[in-house]
């Protein structure tokens, strides 16, 4: 019994081909990589989970549930959390307040939210900006934020689209090591959207699977993805 | 948290003395205006501020509350002052459905079709002479306090004004409250963390809508007159827009502020300079919104480190 199961997924946007029949499974507290390069289908495939987009053709179960046709709202509730590409703060709140409204999804009691905000922040290491105003912050702060928001949910698995896209190295690491202790320390499952293919990312990853053009080309280990002919060629040409 | 515990016993003193400081018909008269203002604005703010919903139709709400009055007036021989009920239960279905039509579209969509909403209610109420007498308008006669005295209406409408701020500021605190922030700062945010932002975007204006219909049944009760271009003007919708946008958008005390300044100062300048006085109007508007931008909440926060966001969480 998987957490995430897609069949068949498949995405047309007029005659463009965006996700083209992909299908790939979840478990529990696993963390999957997708990679792929800029135009591959990964953030598509986020939407068509989190139910932003509607499918074309194909089925998406979460938890023994089908997703396909539920508002964004209602996936979300489900248990499955996502932080954006191109970041998305609520801007005119504080970072605990963002965090804070998350948590509401779990309690509409205040003590009871805040607290949750609360344990969310000493995780996600963002304690000392709890009072910075999410507009002013910088980009790995933002991505920290994203993730740390969508947390406050308690969701069963998280969609990270574009992890890794404007850090540094060391905010690279940091963010690396958040979700590596996402799965160790909370046993959240994380699907991981990378562009390039990244070892730090891999290294944490239980499995990876490569997108191009939309369709899945590979699919295994870190260690079977570095040495497949076919990825090399996706990402160098022939 | 103990700022509030020193002022708010004084303020509450001074609004209970004030008809007993300021005892002319005329002053006690704006007293009444600056209340229903500061009801409507904080009325109007819970869509427009906390949920980020620029509404420029809801003088329809108000002329609808206002309308309720003389209708029970002129129809039936139940008192007007019924209206405070029922008038925010005839404006709720109404609302509900103005909200599924317009939450179809966002940003300056919305505030159009606001607008468009505000003037198709005006032309009822102009052409449906049988049940509001068209643009005769509909006299009331007085049903409780038969007497001159303005004091009766000064305490009925500073209930209603304590109220609706007081409501306000327990949503402000509250989950609805953060859920209408999320929405007014990134809808597509707000559904991935789990807000269904239909529902809440309506809950909001059923709630700023029945509280602009009691001030409207209320003004329909002190005036005793209602013609649609008294209570359903556009330039009634502006007004209180006007009013959230120079005290502070989405603030608790800022549509206070902004109705007690505007309302104050278009008495004075209206004494003062005659006709001239809508220019001076707009000619504070420019002035806070060049240099005090969130208004005079945001102006006096930065002036006075006045209960700045740190504090405001502390004490929440």
Known sequence: ?238 | MKRNTVYLPVLGVFLIAAPFIFQTRYSQHVLILVLLYVALGSAWNILGGFAGQLSVGHAAFFGIGAYTAAVLASKTSLSPWWAIIAGPLFVLPIALAVGWICFRLRGPYFTLSTIAIGEMVRLVALNWSELTGGAVGVVIRPSVFSGTSKIPYYYIVLVIAVLTVALCQRISRRKLGYYLMAIREDQETAESIGIDTTKYKLVALAISASLTAIGGAFYANYFLFVDPTIVLPLALSVEIVLMSIIGGLGTVAGPVLGAVLLKLSSEVFRNEFAQANLLIYGALLVVVILFMPGGLMGGFRRLFKFGSRKAQRVSA
């Open chain 1, 1 to 238: 019994m998987f957490l995430l199961e897609v069949k068949d997924l498949t995405k047309r946007f007029g005659g463009l081909v965006a996700v083209d029949s992909l299908s790939f499974n979840v478990s529990e507290g696993e963390t999957v990589s997708i990679i792929g390069p800029n135009g591959a289908g990964k953030t598509t495939v986020f939407n068509l989970i989190t139910g932003f987009y509607q499918p074309t053709r194909g089925e998406i179960n979460f938890n023994g549930l089908n997703l396909v046709g539920s508002k964004p709202h209602k996936i979300a509730l489900a248990g499955v959390g996502r932080t954006f590409q191109i970041v998305k703060p609520l801007r005119g709140l504080s970072v605990f307040e963002n965090i804070l409204v998350g948590a509401f999804a779990r309690t509409g009691d205040r003590r009871e939210a805040r607290r949750i905000a609360l344990d969310v922040i000493d995780f996600t290491d963002l304690a000392p900006l709890g009072d910075s105003i999410a507009d002013g912050l910088p980009i790995g702060m933002r991505k920290r934020l994203e993730l740390a928001r969508s947390l406050a949910t308690g969701p069963k698995l998280i969609l990270l689209d574009e992890v890794m896209s404007g850090l540094n190295p060391t905010e690279s690491t940091e963010a690396v090591e958040l979700i590596r202790r996402l799965r160790d320390e909370r046993g959240i499952s994380a699907v991981a959207g990378v562009e390039h293919v990244m070892h730090v990312v891999m290294s944490i990853s239980d499995r990876v699977l490569v997108l191009n053009h939309g369709r899945k080309i590979a699919e295994g280990t870190p260690a079977e993805i570095s040495s497949d002919p076919g990825v090399i060629e996706a990402y160098l040409g022939k």
